[in-house]
């Protein structure tokens, strides 16, 4: 089909839709007073150019503009956008899902002073993250990468007085700049292999990576030879990037912390667009993994998903328990590039985003109800804390609903989003292990406890916000009259209710419950079309147990006909105190690290400038001891010689006494000694 | 007259100038000095424009290819049978030299902007301050190692005494140990230049000449001459001319300073008042670089080819150890000087790796951390001279006290730690570049340099992030109650100072073209010379 666009159309598009978040960021600290029409305008309209690109590429021949930007002996490094599927679906996303949360926003942050420092934030983040998508060469990437790990740590530091806050901001860039190191250092591998980082000439049709080999311990390309070994390195280094900005299995340890900031950044930051681009990345470079890559990427997100869901069971921050889900899914999408399914990775990022997003905007109007209340009664409360929600359907019935829809597209139940892309990824887990059997069983095993503990978390945070009684007048000692609250505003309502609509299925696919309906799913046919058993089997096994999950949980914390006493066991606390990696890190990282630096400036101090003061110190005691050989050795014989010569005279002169028997005795003693002398000799 | 020799001697006859100035003018000589700064900086800027590149205009070893020449016969005397002593006065500027003309205008104007600060004896200082400027230009423009020379501890005077009476407390102590750690290397420099001297002839008119161009060229070693190519002359069982690398080398590693030779620089940078620490950080560290490339590097390239990876070493244990240095320390302006130490290091790797990549990166990573380093003593200077504090733990949340200045905090201090759009990101990330393709390319550097020095990256982040959260955000919080009153909001001298700086940090990151263009057809022409 040829499209009613040229490429020079869509090329400008490109650039509105990535100018117009810049320009926001600009005149929002300009114009103080209009940053949220200047932010929701420019986020507009890029959606629109999202909207025609994608309509203009998707499915098409990939288009690829590049300039001229760096050159110099060896390489040069272009400036460029790559428009292919993968570009504008994300393009799309983030734009749609942006301009929800910054209507979200006006009213999340109606009572900020500093609010055009926020909308202004969330433009330069947009910018940077649409940069990320549209960029065609690696190191582009890198350098939108870094900007968006810079607006999220001045969005996570937003309220830069809460001292949790600024913690939390520092921590996420720092772990997020271990990723970058890996990232780095990755670029500079395949720079000296292929003298090129343009995505479409390293990794597109006829791509450099497919035309390097690996022979003999050596990994040969066009322009150079490395050992083997580099190969793997590389595609660690950057698979580093991507569990460092995905939130994985060591570096997650941010993304919890990250809640510090505002609750419309978390979702659309640390829930929805900014995780998701490692994901983005390992589907942008994915030729350049070697099995032992993926196997390792396979395991890692098998861990992280397991880990995370596991700590989200006993949270009672509500805030706390989305984020651990965030990382746990997004284990699910490394876990499917893992097992080379990079189409259910897609597609899972794409449902996750929506459904993810919904849950913490949902959360957020909740927050925020319950934040007037504290402000208006002056009280202390923790307003995101489970234990102070309970009952809230009748309150707030809208929010309840959209959680709900969220929550189970989150569990994947039929006829949501989630059934068809998570199961999607346990489909592949099934098959892939199946084709190497033994230990790799533990997969699709792991997998399955995860996809349960997923459910149970989520409908134990629906039953406890939303279910029985609303505990907190009970906490604060009044009514339940006094501490009335609703739905807040359409600013909130609105976009939530958008956002619930793309839980089902029904915009992926037009049969929920056939995958390869999708059309998400279907672009990518990289991966060979799902046969046998499980695509029927697995759905069928998770979901049953899934109900059980979700019945037992409405017992437990709605209906209260029985409570779990697991507290004191070792996996409750385990689970609750995050698998202790905070205290870990605190103690064997940062500890070691600052007795390190002290060691250093220890070793500056004494030992080198010891040296150099020792050094000036012996040259002093060197002169010091010149000083007095001069003084009383040469000066010595000087002046002993002159003090000679001074009393030989004067003895001498005693000679001249003028008396005449003096004269004569000295003549005497004089003769008598010539005397004598010639009698000796 | 040429403009290099108006660039360079505007300063000092106006610094004669102040000299004879009566004392009741005494206000008027910091705006003189900003006048006199600024004008060389047009001059500077006009010559940075109308620089020419390309094959034609190389420079390094070609004296014919280096532009605005000036070339006077200064000293000849006939000293017998060793023929005719032939000293010029030659003066010319090629890619490595003109963006550090440059960049010193810069940071001279922006010095004598925060010379505000100096309260005493202002005749005296401004004075200093003129004679250290034409010390410096006249360091990056002459071609005559002995006029050379003569630049280069002319600026120890000056700065010994700006340090020694307008400096902190133990600023006696940090002067001496400056003056003292330099000329050590720079005596010993001067032995190798007069090796040289007897070396080298002037092809033109058979003398032995102190023509630094002249040296580059192995064919103008007379032979037999203690530093001929050819010969391999020994000192000791030592090669000659490696002892000659190694000495020039030492020489500007302190200037630099490479681990293990820094130690003054905390102890000049702490003490010195800010715009010193400016002059100091600025440019100072940068004779050192452009020494190790024009003298060490360009004139012994065979020995620094095959010392090249203790040079990368060097290096890399700079990066690290002066990020880990940073890291421990709780005084803001010490902590900003071990950064420099780390920030430093990735130039030493980048020139080890010789390749135009690293090169390259080197020469940003100068001109950046240039004006970097500036903003960043300027910004430690704006505290100190509101409070007299430095100390980082006597700060808190800053950011609800002075928001501008945060704001430029937080744009000096990512731009500084390599954030991407700022310049240092581009410089950084060509050192390594340059380093780790080494291997590949001319196989000086073990990969593993490039590896390595990429996690001062990551310690860069953590010192500057940290103090940021310790010092600038949180609930405000100062040692005293009186400092509230204090630590008020930049004035407009003084964002009139920061702005320019963080403008250039930006456009340079966006736009690195605008130096690399200026110097690429320089750097192809040095790394001819290594193969």
């Known amino acids: ?681 | 007259m040429g403009l290099l020799s108006i660039l360079i001697f505007l300063p000092l006859v106006f610094g004669m100038f102040i000299l004879l100035m009566p004392k009741a003018l005494n206000h008027y000589f910091k705006y003189l000095t900003v006048g006199v700064s600024l004008v060389q900086l047009l001059i500077a800027s006009w010559l940075y424009f109308n620089f020419k590149t390309g094959d034609g205009f190389t420079g390094v070893n070609q004296l014919a290819q280096y532009q605005w020449v000036e070339k006077l016969d200064w000293i000849r005397l006939d000293v017998g049978s060793f023929g005719t002593l032939q000293i010029d006065y030659l003066l010319g500027v090629d890619g490595f030299s003109i963006g550090l003309v440059w960049l010193s205008a810069l940071v001279m104007l922006i010095a004598s902007l925060s010379s505000w600060e100096i309260k005493s004896n202002l005749k005296g200082y401004f004075a200093l301050f003129l004679l250290l400027d034409t010390a410096i230009i006249g360091v990056f423009c002459s071609l005559d190692l002995f006029l050379f020379y003569i630049f280069y501890e002319l600026m120890l005077l000056p700065l010994y005494f700006l340090i020694g009476m307008w400096g902190g407390v133990r600023r006696e102590y940090a002067a001496i140990k400056f003056f003292l750690y330099t000329l050590f290397g720079s005596i010993f420099m001067l032995l190798v230049i007069a090796g040289l001297y007897l070396s080298v002839t002037d092809p033109e008119t058979g003398n032995h000449t102190f023509n630094l161009v002249h040296a580059m060229n192995p064919a103008n070693y007379s032979a037999g001459s203690i530093f001929s190519a050819l010969d391999n002359i020994q000192i000791l069982g030592f090669s000659a001319r490696a002892i000659g690398f190694i000495i020039v080398f030492i020489a500007f590693a302190i200037k630099v300073p490479v681990f293990p030779f820094h130690t003054w620089l905390p102890d000049a940078h702490v003490e010195a008042p800010t715009p010193i620490s400016i002059i100091l950080a600025g440019i100072l560290l940068k004779v050192g670089g452009y020494g190790i490339i024009r003298i060490a590097y360009g004139i012994f390239p065979d020995i620094a080819i095959s010392l090249s990876w203790w040079m990368g070493l060097l290096g890399v244990i700079s990066i690290i150890y002066g990020a880990m240095n940073a890291l421990a320390q709780t005084d803001l302006k010490r902590l900003i000087a071990y950064s420099s130490v780390s920030h430093m290091g990735f130039v030493l790797l980048g020139i080890a790796s010789l390749t135009s990549e690293g090169i390259n990166g080197a020469m940003m990573q100068m001109i950046s951390h240039g004006f970097l380093s500036v903003m960043l003593f300027f910004i430690v200077g704006v505290i100190y001279n509101r409070v007299h504090d430095r100390d980082i733990y006597n700060f808190r949340g800053l950011a609800n006290q002075m928001p501008v200045f945060t704001g430029f905090v937080m744009i000096a201090f990512f731009a500084s730690l390599g954030l991407p759009g700022f310049s240092a990101f581009i410089a950084e990330a060509f050192s390594l570049i340059g380093a780790f393709s080494s291997q590949s390319l001319n196989g000086l550097l073990p990969r593993w340099m490039a590896v390595v020095a990429a996690i001062g990256i990551l310690l860069g982040a953590g010192y500057f992030l940290w103090t940021l959260q310790r010092m600038f955000f949180g609930t405000l919080r100062l040692k005293k109650e009186e400092w509230k009153a204090q630590l008020v909001d930049l004035n407009f001298r003084e964002k009139l100072v920061l702005f320019p700086l963080a403008a250039l940090a930006l456009v340079l990151g966006i736009m690195p073209s605008l130096v690399f263009n200026v110097m690429s057809s320089s750097i192809n022409q040095f790394i001819l010379l290594f193969k």
Request: proline share 3%; with cysteine.
């Open chain 1, 1 to 681: 089909m040829e499209s009613i666009f040229t490429p020079y159309m869509l090329f400008n598009f490109a650039l509105i839709a990535i100018t117009a978040p810049f320009l926001a960021f600009i005149f929002s600290l300009i114009f103080k007073r209009f940053a949220a029409v200047i932010g929701i305008a420019s986020i507009g309209l890029s959606f629109i150019s999202s909207l025609i690109l994608f309509i203009g590429v998707w499915k098409k021949p990939v288009l690829h503009f590049s300039f001229d930007w760096i050159q110099l002996a060896n390489f040069k490094i272009n400036l460029g956008f790559l428009l292919n599927d993968l570009t504008v679906i994300m393009l799309l996303l983030i734009s749609f899902i942006a301009l929800l949360v910054h209507i979200y926003s006006v009213e999340y942050m109606r009572k900020d002073d500093l609010k055009y420092r926020y909308f202004a934030y969330l433009s330069l983040f947009c910018f940077a993250m649409l940069g990320v998508v549209l960029a065609d060469n690696l190191f582009l990437v890198y350098i939108f990468w870094e900007l968006v790990g810079f607006a999220s740590y001045l969005l996570i530091g937003f309220w830069f007085k809460k001292e949790k806050a600024v913690l939390a901001n520092k921590k996420a860039f720092i772990m997020n700049r271990i990723g970058d190191v890996g990232f780095l250092i990755g670029l500079m591998i395949l720079l000296t292999q292929f003298h090129t980082l343009d995505i479409d000439v390293l990794f597109g049709q006829g791509n450099l990576i497919a035309s390097s080999f690996v022979k003999n311990d050596i990994w040969a390309t066009p322009f150079g030879l490395m050992p083997a070994y580099w190969l793997s390195i590389a595609g660690f280094c950057f698979f580093a990037g991507a569990i460092a900005k995905s939130a994985q299995f060591p570096l997650h340890t941010w993304l919890p912390d990250a809640m510090e900031g505002p609750t419309a950044v978390s979702s659309l930051i640390h829930a929805a667009t900014m995780v998701a681009a490692g994901v983005f990345l390992l589907l942008r470079i994915a030729p350049l993994f070697n099995q032992l890559v993926l196997t390792s990427m396979a395991a890692i997100g098998l861990f992280t998903a397991f880990m995370a869901a596991s700590i989200a069971v006993t949270q009672t921050d509500i805030k706390k328990v989305l984020a651990f889900s965030t990382i746990s899914q997004l284990g699910f999408m490394i876990l499917a590039v893992g097992v080379q399914d990079n189409a259910a990775a897609i597609f899972h990022l794409v449902t996750h985003a929506f459904f993810k997003c919904l849950l913490f905007l949902a959360a957020g109007m909740v927050i925020h109800q319950l934040h007037h209340l504290k402000e208006k009664y002056q009280e202390n409360f923790d307003d995101q804390s489970l234990e102070v929600m309970g009952g809230l359907r009748k309150l707030m019935p809208i929010t309840f609903i959209v959680f709900v829809a969220a929550s189970i597209a989150l569990a994947g139940l039929p006829f949501t989003s989630g059934y068809l892309s998570k199961d999607a990824i346990l489909v592949s887990v099934f098959e892939w292990a199946d084709e190497r059997g033994g230990i790799y069983w533990v997969f699709p095993l792991l997998v399955s406890i995860t996809s349960w503990l997923t459910t149970f978390y989520i409908f134990r945070v629906v039953f406890k916000a939303f279910f029985g009684e609303f505990r907190l007048p009970q906490i604060l000692g009044k009514t339940a009259e006094e501490l009335k609250i609703t739905d807040p505003n359409r600013w909130m309502t609105i976009p939530v209710i958008i956002l619930a609509l793309f839980c089902f299925a029904l915009f992926f696919a037009y049969n929920p419950f056939n995958l390869e309906s999708s059309w998400i799913y279907g672009s990518w046919n990289n991966h060979p079309h799902h046969t046998g058993m499980y695509p029927i089997l697995v759905p069928i096994y998770i979901n049953v147990l899934s109900f059980a999950l979700i019945f037992m949980a409405y017992q437990a914390y709605a209906k209260n006909t029985f409570a779990f006493n697991n507290q004191a066991s070792w996996y409750y606390k385990l689970s609750l105190n995050q698998w202790y990696f905070n205290s870990f890190y605190d103690v064997f990282l940062i500890k070691i690290l600052m007795l390190k630096t002290k060691a250093f400036y220890w070793f500056d101090q004494k030992i080198i400038d010891g040296f150099i003061h020792l050094l000036s110190n012996i040259i002093i005691i060197i002169s010091k001891i010149t000083s007095w050989f001069d003084h009383y050795i040469i000066d010595g014989l000087v002046n002993g010689s002159a003090w000679l010569v001074s009393r030989l005279g004067i003895w001498l002169r005693g000679m001249h006494s003028g008396k005449l028997q003096h004269y004569f005795i000295w003549m005497l003693l004089i003769f008598l000694s010539f005397f004598i002398y010639k009698l000796i000799i």
